[in-house]
């Protein structure tokens, strides 16, 4: 999910959507921040145009948030499903147009370009009804949140934990999963111990990794960027980050083969690294468990997760989500009826017997993350613990740079092979960041 939107937008899709938008943020007639009732709109005879991204929401549920839209407004829903690929140039093109569609699927991360072009109706004054009485996830909230303005509403998250299998750590003495940092790294040191092959990693952590690897910088207390006054600046070499950084190198150098310094983790994929018994642990989404029990089938009783414990607080690292967030197009002739369709897809109820009792996804918010704890299986539990402790990566379109240049991932992996210190490598890292997230404001 989270990789397939990261591939969808990158610097080349920001630069095309600045470019065919042709506007700024501030231009989409954005409503005062007081707070107004969503209502239920007379909707008789309309059709409300839908775009969702494939693989997001199943048709079941979707099915379920039509017959509630309907039964209550009138108005009926023309659904889109939307592929990945191309669909940066085909939603800023879009949102451009009279007819633009009244609702859109976005990766999170994604917000801020929409926004910034202009694109998106701001939420906020709706956020309160909207939130139905819920904590968002700040992973999804924050990227959605520009310049003090809601332009999305968080739809479902996904994550990262530990997968790492449970033979090889008995074989080497380790029989329960961690519960703090230390007990991790003294179990790595003994699963390391009894797998001595060069190329095997008793934690495989690839030096370009920036998602995992971020983990310790927040952990550390560190942030990638700070806002001031409407301008960014790069912060990931300060000195809680540069510790945080620290630490990362020391684990990866430690527990991860030599060869993983300078490569990511799709070539080969972690997951393939995994099942072919090359690795006891990965950090993962939990997508790659079908991936690893589908390459070899007779791991699947000895797959355990876990989530990365933190060095500081005793409890789980923070960790970056992937999702969704639904917005409004500015230029929808239906904005009424998007709003109470989009108060559906967020609501507690359908959240929780819905987004995540049919689909699986972890819901938008703390409390429902709690209310079903219950019901989520062993191999998953973790997951839904870690998205709790969320961090929200830089609200601003500039944010599309970073993640298309691969500036984060040489970062990283300057760090892992020596190339750079800690210290050097977030220096220059810092003010590339100062730079790129504040070239479209």
């Known amino acids: 999910m989270t990789r397939t939107r990261f591939a969808a937008l990158g610097a080349l899709g920001l630069a095309a959507a600045l470019a065919l938008a042709g506007c700024s943020a501030g231009s989409n007639g954005a409503s005062d921040s007081g707070t107004k009732a969503i209502g239920t709109p007379d909707g008789k005879g309309k059709a409300l145009n839908v775009w969702i991204m494939n693989g997001d929401l199943s048709p079941k549920i979707l099915s379920v948030a039509e017959q509630q839209f309907t039964k209550a407004t009138g108005a009926k829903v023309k659904l889109q499903l939307q592929q990945w690929d191309g ?41 309160k009804e909207l939130a139905d009485g819920q904590t968002w996830l700040s992973g999804l909230e924050g990227p959605a949140t520009v310049d003090g303005k809601l332009y999305g509403a968080p739809l479902f998250a996904g994550n990262r934990a530990v ?17 703090s940092y ?20 008793a934690f495989y952590m690839p030096g370009q990794y920036w998602y995992g690897g971020l983990q310790w910088v927040w952990d550390a207390g ?39 310094q300078d490569i990511n983790t799709d070539k080969p994929a972690e997951s393939d690294v995994f099942a072919q018994g090359n690795a006891s ?16 089938p007779e791991l699947k009783d000895q797959i355990g997760t876990f989530a990365l414990p933190s060095m500081t607080t005793g409890k789980n690292t923070p960790v970056f989500l992937g999702g969704s967030d639904l917005g409004i197009p500015a230029k929808s002739a239906n904005q009424d009826l998007a709003l109470y369709y989009m108060k559906i897809l967020t609501s507690k109820k359908f959240q929780e017997d819905q987004v995540f009792g049919v689909d699986g996804w972890e819901p938008n918010s703390t409390q429902l993350l709690d209310a079903v704890s219950s019901k ?25 740079t970073i993640e298309g240049d691969a500036s984060f991932q040489s970062m990283f992996a ?19 960041l100062t730079s790129a997230l504040n070239a479209s404001l």
């Open 281 to 296: 642990a990965i950090l993962g989404s939990a997508w790659e468990i079908g991936s690893i029990t589908t390459a070899k």
């Open 163 to 179: 997968i790492y299998n449970k033979k090889t750590w008995a074989d080497a003495g380790v029989t329960s999963a961690p519960t």
């Open 414 to 432: 300057d760090i892992a092979t020596g190339r750079k210190s800690p210290k050097e490598s977030a220096t220059d890292f810092s003010q590339h």
């Open 87 to 127: 669909i940066t140039t085909k939603l800023t093109t879009a949102l451009a147009q009279k007819d633009a569609p009244d609702i859109v699927d976005l990766g999170n991360t994604d917000v801020p370009v929409y926004a910034a072009t202009g694109g998106l109706m701001d939420l906020t004054p709706y956020k």
């Open 222 to 260: 560190g942030q990638i960027a700070t806002e001031k006054g409407g301008k960014w600046s790069g912060a990931i070499d300060s000195a809680d980050a540069v510790k945080g950084l620290t630490a990362w190198k020391t684990f990866q150098n430690t527990y991860s083969a030599t060869s993983t």
């Open 182 to 201: 230390a007990e991790l790294t003294a179990d790595l040191d003994k699963v390391k111990a009894a797998n001595p092959a060069a190329d095997f990693s």
């Open 376 to 400: 989520v299986d062993e191999l998953h539990k973790p997951y839904f613990e870690a998205a709790a402790t969320s961090r929200p990566t830089p609200a601003t379109p500039g944010w599309a």
